[in-house]
């Protein structure tokens, strides 16, 4: 459903006695927008969604200029949308803007003038930033800046972004853009249509001939602020013209009439300032089976540092170090296989042995850095401090009876008891979490800067098809393997609402996250080969059938993957450091009070005698369905509140005697399809809504029972003990 154009709320620290000068920037994405964002700002994001949407804008104000605002919109590849990202960008320009700086991949010239052609036919001023000047420089191409410039009639700048070449020219000129006179030339019946249209939509910020390309293309996004800006019947006599074209061309869409003549006229302007010519593209041979196969090795390698060996942080070292030196041999085959640039690109390809010695470099650290929070810095010295410190002085203000002592041993068990806000959510969010999402952060943020995303993305894309989403969902699928609840956060990134439901929906129902999955490889240790043969084909199996059903089943649409692949660059320590550090506090300020909120509900449930009863409530189902003994009930409910802790008490129950193999089995099929942690919950509610958060633990709550039922069922049937 379409949503109004609503202006961008005031960016503190700004005058507010003047409104801001706003500059937005725009270009394709992967094009080092947000480089040039930090240059312009000095900082990496300050991020926040855009009213009415999941799409996430970096603003800030500028260091160069008092009462300068610089936005950062979403990448796009056309002002006409044709996703939420495209719209955000196209309202935020719509709603008023004092400048634009367009920034441009060089090497993919003409696909920015289209964007560029857009901007003069919206009468925006704006400066045309060239970057990546040295890759197409590597490609035998250069680009006359000045000819561009004078056929445009806007400032360009050639630019290398990330070694800082060319940046104190675009923080000159950032507020000095200027309106282009480029325009493309529609078929002449277009022209004719287009200009009773044009006088019907004037007197706003942006040029009428713009808005009336936006109609014409049919646009119905733009519906809303049409019933905002315009009279009934000046609406009316556009929609009469929109009909007309339709009918006129009736054999091809006007959206693609239009496209086809921006892409010619780019197209025709960039051969015109560009030359020289790309140099013959390597064409796959039978050497190339070698590279693709080392290729899909080095796409398992990433995704198994990224989050599997983040979910495997408390499983043995012979089951970590194997994925790191993987890895490490990948990296050190480079060196030997040329074809290995075709799989890692040709900067990591001629490093391997570097990159192979930092991957396991790295390694020592991040286990070091894990160990110290979790075992150290917490189980040492934070966690009996504070608990000494309230013992302290609860023995020194407590009364010895009455109402008055009763109320200080709940303040102290809501500090430091069983499910205490420092012994359990602090505990939680910072000495487990915090370790285990910096080193995503940091992993991703090279990924990123590298460019391997789009081809993980790529790689696993058909696979993902299957559950009704694309490549992208890798993403959040892996950090998962972290934590749940970070995870969800970053199902963000998928550009359907339907999409970002299904993600949620597979996470809270089949991804452990890294506590629960320490502690089910520990108990496997203990089992027969077969357990962790049916529990992982069981958990895989359920995820891809109700991914395939729901996505049969939710309204909505599945977005296509489209995505460039740039080449693979040398990471930017520079870039990732402040790309860490801005993740980091996003992570601070999104998930940290949702973990403080999840164990506070639990500890009043637990002082209100709420939680015995629902787990003697739920002894029957546990006891009759899945032949557990009642003890189970009340793992299965404190699995909700805590992952690990449900997790821990099944692995307890078997320790003791009182499960079997295939008692074990059908408790932990059950309890990693369970309901997520009470924290993972809340956040659901946050990004999905109330309703949607209890519809899916409607589901999730009976199914993982029937599941774990027919486990049960099953293993007994075929004999096993």
């Known amino acids: ?423 359990v959510a602090l505990t939680y969010a910072f000495a487990i979490i915090l370790p285990i999402v910096t080193a995503f952060f940091i992993a991703f943020s090279i990924l990123e800067d590298s460019g391997y995303l789009p081809r993980l993305a790529i790689i696993v894309n058909r696979v993902f098809r299957g559950m009704g989403l694309n490549g992208k969902a890798v993403l959040p699928m892996v950090l998962g393997l972290g934590c749940d609840t970070m995870a969800t956060l970053t199902a963000r990134i998928m550009e359907t609402r339907k999409e970002r439901v299904l993600v949620t929906l597979l996470l809270a129902l089949g991804v452990p996250c890294s506590a629960q999955l320490g502690v089910i490889l520990g108990l496997f240790g203990a089992l027969p080969l077969w357990a962790p043969m049916v529990w992982g084909g069981v958990v895989v199996g359920v995820m891809f059938a109700v991914g395939f059903l729901a996505a049969r089943l939710l309204p909505g649409e599945r977005s296509d993957l489209i995505l460039e692949v740039p080449p693979i660059r040398r990471p930017q320590l520079g870039n990732i450091v402040i790309k860490t550090v801005g993740r980091l506090e996003w992570y601070l300020r999104e998930a940290v009070p949702i973990f403080v909120l999840g164990t506070f509900v639990l500890f009043v449930l637990d002082a209100s005698g709420v939680l015995s009863r629902i787990v003697r409530a739920s002894e029957p189902v546990v006891v009759g369905v899945l032949s557990l003994p009642p003890k189970a009930a009340e793992a299965f409910l404190v699995g909700f509140f805590r992952r690990d802790y449900g997790s821990a008490g099944i692995f307890a129950l078997f320790r003791q005697g009182a499960l079997g193999p295939v008692q074990a089995v059908v408790a932990l099929v059950t309890i990693t399809l369970f309901v997520p942690c009470v924290a993972n919950f809340f956040v659901i509610v946050k990004e999905q809504g109330a309703r949607t958060a209890l519809a899916m633990t409607a589901f999730i709550f009976p199914f993982a029972f029937v599941v774990g039922g027919a486990v049960n069922l099953a293993l007994r049937l075929i004999g096993l003990p």
């Open 1 to 423: 459903m379409a949503t109004a154009v609503i202006p961008l709320p005031r960016l503190p620290g700004l005058e507010a006695d003047a409104p801001p000068r706003r500059i937005a920037l725009v270009g394709n994405p992967n094009v080092g927008k947000s480089v040039i964002f930090g240059a312009l700002t000095g900082t990496y994001a300050n991020v926040s969604n855009y009213p009415g949407t999941t799409v996430e804008v970096a603003r800030a104000a500028s260091r160069l200029a008092a009462g300068v605002e610089v936005i950062d919109t979403p990448g796009v590849n056309s002002l006409t949308p044709n996703s939420e990202d495209e719209r955000v960008t196209r309202d935020i320009l719509l709603n008023g803007v004092d400048g634009v700086v367009q920034v441009a991949d060089a090497k993919n010239l003409s696909r920015a003038l289209v964007i560029s052609s857009q901007l003069a036919e919206a009468g925006l001023p704006f400066v045309l930033v060239l970057n990546m000047m040295d890759e197409a420089a590597d490609r035998g191409l250069s680009i006359d800046a000045e000819q561009l410039s004078a056929e445009l009639g806007v400032p360009v700048l050639p630019t290398v972004a990330v070694s800082g070449q060319g940046m104190a020219a675009v923080a000159a000129a950032a507020t000095m853009g200027a309106v282009s006179r480029y325009r493309p030339q529609y078929p002449v019946a277009i022209e004719r249509i287009l200009t009773p249209i044009e006088a019907r939509l004037s007197g706003f910020s942006v040029a009428a001939r713009w808005l009336a390309l936006l109609c014409l293309a049919g646009d119905d996004t733009l519906r809303p602020w049409l019933m905002q800006h315009l009279s009934a019947a000046d609406r009316e006599r556009v929609e009469d013209a929109h009909r007309q074209a339709r009918q006129q061309f009736h054999d091809r869409p006007l959206s693609y009439q239009l496209s086809r003549a921006r892409v010619q006229a780019a197209e025709r302007l960039a051969r015109l300032v560009t030359h020289g010519s790309v140099p013959q593209r390597h064409e796959p041979g039978a050497d190339d089976r070698t590279a693709a196969a080392l290729g899909l090795l080095a796409c398992a390698g990433c995704l198994t540092l990224v989050g599997g060996d983040l979910g495997l942080l408390r499983a043995t070292a012979p089951l970590r170090l194997p994925a790191w030196l993987s890895v490490a041999a990948v990296l050190l085959a480079a060196d030997r296989r040329p074809q290995m640039r075709v799989a890692l690109g040709r900067w990591a390809s001629q490093r391997g042995t570097g990159l192979a010695v930092l991957c396991v470099v790295l390694y020592v650290v991040y286990r070091f850095v894990v160990d110290f929070f979790e075992h150290t810095l917490f189980g040492t010295y934070v966690n009996p401090l504070v608990a000494g410190a309230v013992d302290a002085v609860v023995t020194a203000v407590s009364p010895e009876s009455g109402s008055g002592a009763l109320v200080i041993r709940l303040l102290r068990d809501m500090l430091v008891g069983p499910y205490g806000l420092v012994t």
